[in-house]
Nanobody, 122 residues
């Protein structure tokens, strides 16, 4: 059993900052990628940022320069520092991890957190 638990969402004024964190726990053998996606009503879930095990990062164009993803691989933690937030950043943010579990060490699957609401007021 694998769990991803997010924290740090909330309400912030435009121009403000929030930091999201996510901890993965359970029978984890190896984590390949971790990251964040977001979703608003009626739209598909979209990439915000991802980070690989070696530390390579990928950001959506809409957040480049305003968002920084970081990871503590030893603790299976991923964080998302969001600055200069805009109303259009309002969404439910989902933590993501691609990992393998003990007993199936060569099979990598995608796991998701339950989501945390970020609301940016204008």
């Amino acid at each position: 059993q694998v769990r991803l638990v997010e924290s740090g969402g909330g309400l912030v004024q435009a121009g403000g900052s929030l930091r999201l964190s996510c901890a993965a726990s359970g029978s984890i053998f190896s984590v390949r990628d971790m990251g964040w996606y977001r979703q608003t009503d009626g739209k598909q879930r979209e990439l915000v940022a991802t980070i690989t095990t070696p530390g390579s990062t990928n950001y959506a164009d809409s957040v480049k320069g305003r968002v920084t993803i970081s990871r503590d691989s030893a603790k299976n933690l991923v964080s998302l520092q969001m600055d200069r937030l805009r109303p259009e950043d309002t969404a439910v943010y989902y933590c993501y991890a691609r990992l393998s579990v003990t007993g199936s060490t060569w099979i990598f699957n995608n796991y998701w957190g339950q989501g945390t609401q970020v609301t940016v007021s204008s």
